[in-house]
C-alpha cells in the first residue's frame, strides 16, 4: 500500500509554470503507475496525464500535452507535476493517483486507482 499526499498548488498568473508534488510513503511509488486528475469548478474530475510504472511511457490530457510534464525522483519516493503555460481553465484541484497501469482518457479511468491524494488546489488567474 501507498499514502499520497500532494503539495505545491497556489494562485498563478496566466502564462507562469507550476510544479506539483507527489510525495508517497509506504510502498515504494516506482512499482506504481502515477496519474494527474483535475477537476475544475463545475467538472467531474478528470485524467491529466500519467507515467507508467513499467517503462516511463507517458500519456496525456490532448489539452496539456507539451505544455505538462510528469516526473519522478526515486530517492524521495515523489513524482512531480510540471506546470508551464498556464491557462484560467487549468484551475482545479489536483490530485495524484497510484495504480498498476496507467489509464487516462475516458469515463470511469479513475476508479482504476487505488491509491488516492487529497488534492491541491490549483488557480490561474490574472
Known amino acids: 500500500q501507498v499514502q499520497l499526499v500532494e503539495s505545491g498548488g497556489g494562485l498563478v498568473q496566466p502564462g507562469r509554470s507550476l510544479k506539483l508534488s507527489c510525495t508517497a510513503s509506504?510502498?515504494?511509488?516506482?512499482?506504481?503507475?502515477v496519474a494527474w486528475f483535475r477537476q475544475g469548478p463545475g467538472h467531474e474530475r478528470q485524467g491529466v496525464g500519467c507515467i507508467s510504472g513499467s517503462d516511463g511511457s507517458t500519456y496525456w490530457k490532448t489539452s496539456v500535452q507539451g505544455r505538462f510534464t510528469i516526473s519522478r525522483d526515486s530517492a524521495k519516493n515523489t513524482a512531480y507535476l510540471q506546470m508551464n503555460s498556464l491557462k484560467p481553465e487549468d484551475t482545479g484541484v489536483y490530485y495524484c493517483?497510484?495504480?498498476?497501469?496507467?489509464?487516462?482518457?475516458?469515463?470511469?479511468?479513475?476508479?482504476?486507482?487505488?491509491?488516492w491524494g487529497q488534492g491541491t488546489q490549483v488557480t490561474v488567474s490574472s
Open positions: 509506504g510502498d515504494s511509488l516506482d512499482i506504481y503507475s
Open positions: 493517483a497510484a495504480a498498476p497501469a496507467c489509464a487516462l482518457g475516458y469515463a470511469g479511468a479513475d476508479q482504476e486507482y487505488q491509491y
